[in-house]
Nanobody
């Protein structure tokens, strides 16, 4: 599967953005989807994941209650809805896919990656 992330940009503190991840090739419903981010000088960090059927999601405490990860299997799309953005959310955001089981939060557990989209939150 090939992944294309989009939707990044510049937003003020407290604002919202929705990132999109378009998948092509493969059988989309076979893949658990995840979002990660990497800030300047930082390691890649888990942000959200969703199961193949969309019924199971998981978020770290840093984004819980602010971010959600819906998916639309008919459109072969996954999203990251980000609300109440903070300057510390500034990073390049990546979508990722894992074939099979979905309950993983480490980057090395994901098989496919999009190219990243940059999010900058101004204070």
């Amino acid at each position: 599967v090939q992944l294309q992330a989009s939707g990044g940009g510049l937003v003020q503190t407290g604002g919202s953005l929705r990132l999109s991840c378009a998948a092509s090739g493969g059988t989309f419903t076979n893949y658990g989807m995840g979002w990660f981010r990497q800030g300047p000088g930082k390691e890649r960090e888990f942000v959200a994941r969703i199961s193949q059927d969309g019924t199971n999601t998981y978020y770290p405490d840093s984004v819980k209650g602010r971010f959600t990860i819906p998916r639309d299997n008919a459109k072969r799309m996954a999203y990251l809805q980000m609300n109440s953005l903070k300057p510390e959310d500034t990073a390049v955001y990546y979508c990722a896919a894992r074939n099979g089981a979905y309950a993983y939060i480490r980057p090395q557990d994901y098989d496919y990656w999009g190219q990243g989209t940059k999010v900058t939150v101004s204070s």
